[in-house]
């Protein structure tokens, strides 16, 4: 069934609690009927650019109620609760050169160019801003990925796996020798971002700009990896409940080969395990063998896969 109504499509910067919860319950509804997660990043306060939309929001609106204005108005200002969301959209940029989109659309509301308006709005959005490329997210399991993809104009770029350990493993894990992770604080930002920026091959900029967001963000800790011989890579945790996930652990390139990833994340498990985690996950790079060996043999194992697909530059595209 499709249902078709006016449709006003708002932009957002940050999401209110009422419009959190309105596309919580949207990518509910979806993954009810796809059985696939739409892979929609509520994180979007870690972008780079602050001054382009995180968000785009698609309104029905019902039949009785008042017009459709060209911007729609913000729920907390107006009848809110007389609208349903039909769509949504978020841009996840850490970097300016890049960012990522993901999407969803109401069962309902789909096959009326929804997804294609969200998609191209905060695409053209980034572009302007400087960006060279985007990526369309996608879970794997989606079987609907490619034909969207095609549509848009995005080719495949690369996949990764959400990654998860179970419980049992945790306790065999051991300390590593003669490594800290050392919290990394405001003071100590620009060091940190030159450490960063050479891990993974950024910009300063990017770089330094990201820690700062990561470290105003009371659910994320951002750690250095130091030895007898210095500082030699780095680690970030997302908390989520009593649940964790790692993110960017990376060695300096001049030090890779030498076991030192391994030791970061036996470090980095063993505070989890001191912390009583319930949960822990990451991501990597399907095309990465020598990262996935390496969180294989600590017991992560495969949850799900999400592929991602590159656009150049401003497209156009008809009937998603």
Avoid at 1 to 21: G, K, Y
Avoid at 44 to 64: E, V, Y
Avoid at 199 to 207: C, G, K, Q
Wanted: aromatic share 6%; charged share 20%; net charge negative.
């Amino acid at each position: 069934m499709t249902v078709c109504l006016p449709i006003c499509f708002a932009d957002r910067v940050s999401l209110s609690s009422e419009e959190r919860l309105a596309v919580e319950k949207l990518i509910a509804e979806c993954v009810s009927v796809d059985h696939f997660d739409p892979c929609m990043e509520f994180d979007t306060h870690l972008n780079a650019n602050r001054d382009i939309p995180s968000w785009r929001l698609a309104w029905a609106i019902p039949a009785g109620t008042a017009s459709c204005p060209a911007v729609a108005p913000d729920p907390e200002e107006s009848s809110g609760s007389s609208r349903i969301l039909a769509g949504a959209a978020c841009v996840f940029a850490p970097g300016r050169a890049e960012g990522e989109i993901s999407a969803c659309v109401s069962p309902v509301f789909r096959h009326q160019g929804i997804f294609r308006e969200l998609y191209h709005s905060l695409a053209d959005a980034l572009f302007r801003s400087g960006a060279t490329s985007v990526m369309l997210v996608c879970e794997g399991a989606s079987p609907s990925a490619a034909a969207i993809a095609a549509r848009l104009g995005a080719v495949p770029d690369h996949g990764e796996y959400l990654m998860s350990l179970p419980g049992d493993r945790l306790a065999a894990i051991s300390a590593p020798r003669d490594l800290r992770l050392v919290p990394v604080s405001k003071l100590d930002l620009d060091e940190f971002a030159v450490l960063s920026a050479e891990v993974f091959s950024e910009r300063h900029d990017d770089a330094r700009e990201f820690a700062l967001a990561i470290l105003s963000d009371p659910e994320r800790e951002q750690f250095v990896a130091r030895g007898s011989g210095g500082v030699f890579g780095l680690v970030a945790l997302a908390k989520e409940n009593r649940s964790y996930m790692l993110h960017g652990l990376g060695v300096l390139p001049s030090l890779r080969g030498k076991g030192l990833g391994g030791a970061i994340l036996d470090a980095a498990l063993v505070v989890l395990r001191n912390r009583g985690a319930t949960g822990i996950s990451l991501e990597v790079d399907v095309d990465n063998p020598a990262a996935l060996a390496l969180y294989r043999s600590r017991g992560f194992v495969e949850e799900s896969r999400v592929d991602y697909w590159r656009i150049h530059g401003p497209h156009s595209s008809d009937g998603l």
